[in-house]
């Protein structure tokens, strides 16, 4: 009966296969120059087309390359992905955002009661600083966290920190401090 069921398995594997295949199929080498039937033309005139210039990068005193809007962007993302993490207790991901020392302190444990939703209203850089090796920015959030009985205001301070000598482009999550501001609702 087992064998039966692994035939079974065989042919359906290979119907799909064979099925993939024709619709999929492979494609034919293009030939220099041949243009594809499903392409087409546009001609514009000078006065239909808007051409947008992406902005040079912005002179930074704090270190070459860095970018504070670029950068806020990315914490904005990261504050989310933290929080998801957090709240699942995805350690493997957890890792790769904060260092290992905050993992440790301040995310062993999932968090008692966290909010069914938490949109980020604000983030702003409030301090920057450099050592040799590292670079850190301290950026305030504001967030709105809904629980099934209020809505909270909540102000986070989240430190991240980046090694300069690294190539890696990445910051993560080194300190966090929180104030919390409750409005029923």
Not at 17 to 44: C, H, I, M, Y
Not at 118 to 141: D, M, N, P, Y
Not at 147 to 155: G, L, S
Not at 160 to 168: D, E, T, W
Request: glycine share 4%; aromatic share 10%.
């Amino acid at each position: 009966m087992l064998l039966f069921d692994f035939v079974i398995l065989g042919a359906f594997v290979t119907f799909l296969f064979f099925r993939l295949w024709n619709v999929l199929g492979e494609r034919p080498p293009k030939k220099p120059g041949a243009r594809s039937p499903l392409r087409s033309t546009v001609v514009l005139s000078e006065d239909q087309v808007e051409v947008t210039k992406r902005k040079p990068p912005v002179k930074s005193d704090f270190y070459a390359g860095f970018d504070e809007t670029r950068f806020l962007d990315g914490v904005a993302a990261a504050f989310h992905l933290i929080l998801d993490a957090h709240h699942t207790q995805d350690t493997k991901k957890l890792a790769d955002l904060v260092t290992a020392k905050l993992l440790k302190e301040a995310f062993s444990e999932a968090p008692a009661d966290h909010p069914q939703e938490t949109c980020l209203v604000s983030a702003q850089v409030t301090h920057k600083r450099k050592t040799k090796e590292t670079a850190f920015v301290t950026v305030r959030l504001v967030s709105q966290q809904v629980f099934v009985d209020e809505t909270r205001e909540a102000e986070d301070i989240w430190t991240f920190q980046r090694s300069l000598k690294s190539a890696n482009p990445n910051w993560r999550l080194c300190a966090m401090g929180a104030e919390s501001h409750s409005a029923q609702g």
